[in-house]
């Protein structure tokens, strides 16, 4: 097959779209032809030496795809060749062909793209974890959402919203705040025009939760921002790793702060989380109630230029990239 591979021999890292060996597939596991795979933030990490893939995941870069069965394990079950699928994956997305094990698959409907499938898995799953089983949100709730128009943000709004959450949210510039308000967001806050704290206190008593990508350098203002028993889940380091932590706060109004991350958990813990996410959000998903937000779809061999849009901060929602 043909795969992404990086060159990290080379300045920039490069990119280069050529033959490798097929992956092997295990007895619980669904070989899967790749129609489209998507852009995430952790690819662009992978790809400069500073995430490496966990242990037995694929070396290639790729968290999530979608396409079509073409062989299924001798234990695996519930599938056959010519199914469409989708799946997160640890790896291995910028490829021909991919092994999942067959509780990861979820199928696409016959009226959905390969590309707005591979579109799904990351990030909303990713949202649904961290809103809901990391910070325990509930209906009549208030969340902030930090990066409001980015893969994740653009889900996290739409399942709160579609929680019966009060939705706040942070972008950087206005097109993304206008974005993040047709999504559902009652009130957006450019924090390059305003500290979001004060816009947030000024528009109500404080929030429930906060789903951060930043970190480091809004941690005051996350804890600012917290009512009494807030909780702040911590997903991303994009504003560092430090940052000046009030424990005075943190007890007084009873906090919590939530470190998570969703790749390198063990495979029964994501089997869990894709089964409790079709429980409760997937038919909304195959209704169009709630839709992955497509920024561009740009072929496989362009994987660079879609790297780079992501780098300087371009996209709304999600950067595909078809291989099919
Ligand atoms: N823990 C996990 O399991 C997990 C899983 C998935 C994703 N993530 C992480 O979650 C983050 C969002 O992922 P994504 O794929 O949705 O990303 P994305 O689509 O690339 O969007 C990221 C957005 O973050 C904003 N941003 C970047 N640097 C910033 C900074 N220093 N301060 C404030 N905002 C900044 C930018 O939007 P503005 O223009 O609005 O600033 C950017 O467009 C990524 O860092 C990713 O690695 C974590």
Not at 1 to 9: G, L, P, Y
Not at 34 to 48: C, E, G, K, P
Not at 265 to 272: D, S
Not at 295 to 317: K, M, S
Request: charge should be negative; include cysteine.
């Amino acid at each position: 097959m043909k795969a992404t591979v990086v060159d990290s021999d080379s300045p920039d890292h490069s990119l280069s779209w050529r033959d490798v060996p097929d992956p092997p597939c295990g007895s619980e596991e669904v070989l899967v032809d790749i129609h489209a795979t998507a852009v995430n933030r952790a690819d662009l990490l992978q790809r400069s030496g500073h995430y490496p893939p966990p242990p037995g995941a694929s070396p290639y870069l790729g968290l999530e795809m979608s396409g079509t069965v073409a062989a299924v394990g001798a234990s695996a079950t519930g599938w056959q060749p010519g199914d469409r699928v989708c799946a997160l994956l640890a790896g291995g997305g910028y490829a021909e062909k991919t092994a999942v094990h067959h509780q990861m698959l979820v199928p696409v409907p016959d009226h959905w793209s390969f590309t707005a499938a591979a579109a799904v898995p990351e990030v909303f799953y990713t949202a649904f974890l961290n809103l809901f089983l990391e910070a325990g949100l509930k209906s009549g709730e208030t969340v902030l959402i930090h990066g409001g128009a980015s893969g994740v943000g653009t889900a996290a709004i739409q399942l709160a919203r579609e929680a019966g959450c009060r939705v706040v949210a942070t972008a950087g510039s206005q097109e993304k705040v206008d974005r993040c308000r047709s999504l559902g967001a009652e009130l957006v806050v450019n924090y390059r025009n305003r500290d979001f704290a004060d816009a947030v206190l000024d528009h109500c008593d404080g929030v429930d939760v906060i789903l951060d990508i930043v970190a480091g350098s809004y941690l005051e203002q996350n804890l600012k921002s917290l009512k009494l028993c807030g909780r702040l889940v911590v997903i991303s380091l994009l504003g560092g790793s430090a940052g000046s932590l009030d424990l005075a706060a943190v007890l007084s109004k009873r906090l919590r702060i939530i470190g998570s991350l969703l790749r390198s958990r063990p495979l029964e813990e994501k089997i869990a989380i894709v089964r409790q996410f079709d429980d409760r959000f997937w038919q909304l998903l195959v209704d169009g109630r709630v839709a992955p937000v497509i920024h561009q779809v740009l072929p496989v061999t362009a994987a660079e230029e879609a790297h780079q849009i992501l780098a300087d901060n371009r996209n709304i929602g999600k950067v595909l990239l078809q291989i099919r």
